[in-house]
């Protein structure tokens, strides 16, 4: 393990995580449980249509760019228009609903950055945050996720980024029985910053320590400091892993190849 210099960030937010969607022109699928409200940020404010056909089976409330989705009743994916107030921009969601126990996360769609113009040669660049940039790139990614929109603080420079890693990552905790999952990156010159989802899979309550991470980061930071058995409210968590001048996948140890069959 080589880690250089940590920085360890504890955040006193909600615990529930948010699985993040890119909207890139494709209907993006929506799965309900039957009586369990499902909550979709698009991060603008929407009209939404939907057919006749849904008429008693889904409640659907709209505040400040935030859907509420609750199904009463099962049904095969239907489509739902949000369209922009703004700009008349349209997304769409391909919503179903049936009976299970899995549990829905919060959605959040993310939209494809537009490009800008290139700046005058005399334009002054933002000024960049007092605060050292691996801490504020940490704090950003961790509103995102946690916070509500309107709270989330403006960080001068950063931009959303793909992570290019596994499903699940096995090398990264290897010590501990957790999922590690990559749900999100975020890029602030030069450092790169991956959002990893951690879920105890056993019974017991699991301590988080930094020292047990497997790769080259520049900088780690727990959401909390300790996993509560799986199945409670507290089984789940954030990691954030910053790297400088290279990306996360190049920090992180590979996953094994499987094994053929003979």
């Known amino acids: 393990m080589n880690l250089r210099p940590l920085l360890i960030l504890l955040f006193a937010l909600p615990l529930h995580a948010v699985e993040l969607v890119k909207w890139e022109r494709i209907p993006l699928p929506v799965a309900l449980n039957i009586g369990q409200e499902r909550i979709v940020f698009v991060d603008r404010n929407v009209r939404v249509g939907y057919p006749a056909a849904l008429e008693g089976k889904l409640r659907i409330q709209s505040s400040n760019g935030t859907l509420y989705l609750l199904a009463s009743q099962p049904f095969a994916a239907t489509r739902l228009q949000l369209q922009d107030t703004e700009n008349g921009e349209l997304i769409l969601l391909d919503v179903s609903a049936s009976k299970s126990e899995l549990i829905r ?94 879920q105890n899979k056993s019974a017991t309550r699991l301590e988080l320590d930094p020292r047990q991470l497997q790769g080259q980061f520049y900088a780690a930071s727990f959401q909390h400091r300790w996993l509560g058995p799986a199945g409670s409210a507290e089984d789940t968590s954030m990691l954030y892993l910053i790297t400088r001048n290279y990306l996360p996948e190049q920090a992180i140890l590979p996953e094994s190849a499987p094994e053929k069959k003979k």
């Open 105 to 198: 996360e919060s959605m959040r769609i993310v939209r494809e950055e537009k490009k800008t113009p290139a700046a005058k040669p005399d334009t002054t660049p933002d000024p960049l945050p007092s605060t050292p940039l691996p801490v504020a790139l940490t704090r950003y990614a961790a509103q995102i996720l946690y916070a509500p929109l309107r709270t989330v603080e403006p960080l001068p420079g950063v931009q959303p980024e793909g992570v290019r890693l596994a499903k699940t990552l096995t090398t990264l905790l290897p010590a501990l029985p957790v999922n590690a999952m990559p749900i999100g990156g975020w890029r602030l010159d030069p450092y790169h910053l991956a959002a990893i989802r951690l």
